[in-house]
């Protein structure tokens, strides 16, 4: 099996996390987003990563890849069982995957991408209105939300996965959770982190 896309990339870090939870192994190609490799081309119909490829099977799109995965190789679930479980647990994948990412990127792409990769000047304008106006609501919704060790029943599922994952970049960016204002989000996202999956897929190869 083999996974395309860096290790920057928070949706990469989903599907290597999941494998990592399940014990299954694979390669790790650490591919940018577009990039010139018609394996990788083939894989991902838009260019973007993460993508799949598995026996001659192809799959672009972190849940899809996920959904593949949790049929595959169901053990450990990274599923509720229960259908409210099930319901939560993609509500907070398609969460984090959009309106979370969209803001908690913000920090990563002007304080990291732009200066080291891109080569372009950092906004550091649009670091401010992501920290002190777009973030906060979503901060205060996940502080509401958490209740224990878990974001959605008694096990680490794809919600604790998807929701976590992009805080990586939010602390390689030099920002982070204000633990007086969000105490429960804090704790949580640290100890989702300090995961034995989530630490291998935080040093996956970044290029
Ligand atoms: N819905 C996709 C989003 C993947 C995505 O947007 N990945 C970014 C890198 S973090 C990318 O490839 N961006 C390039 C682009 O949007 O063209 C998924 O869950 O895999």
Not at 194 to 200: L, Q
């Amino acid at each position: 099996m083999i996974v395309y896309g860096t290790g920057y990339s928070p949706y990469v870090r989903k599907v290597l996390v999941s494998l990592a939870e399940k014990g299954v192994a694979y390669e790790h190609r650490p591919v940018m987003f577009h990039a010139p490799d018609a394996d990788f081309q083939a894989a991902s119909p838009l260019g973007k990563i993460p993508a799949l490829e598995d026996e001659g099977f192809r799959l672009a799109d972190s849940s899809a890849i996920f959904w593949y995965l949790e049929r595959k190789h169901p053990t450990p679930a990274l599923v509720p069982a229960d259908a409210r479980g099930l319901g939560r647990a993609v509500w907070f994948d398609k969460f984090g995957d959009t309106e979370l990412f969209a803001k908690l990127i913000v920090p990563f792409v002007e304080r990291v991408l732009k200066p080291n990769m891109m080569k372009t000047p950092t906004d550091e304008a649009a670091v401010t209105r992501a920290l002190d106006k777009d973030l906060p609501p979503l901060f205060d919704y996940l502080e509401g939300e958490i209740s224990g060790p878990y974001l959605v029943g008694e096990a680490f599922s794809i919600a604790d996965i998807a929701i976590a994952t992009g805080f990586y970049n939010f602390h390689l960016a030099k920002a982070r959770i204000d633990a007086d204002r969000w105490p429960k989000l804090a704790a949580y996202v640290d100890a989702t982190l300090a995961r034995p999956s989530f630490k291998a897929a935080m040093d996956a190869k970044k290029g």
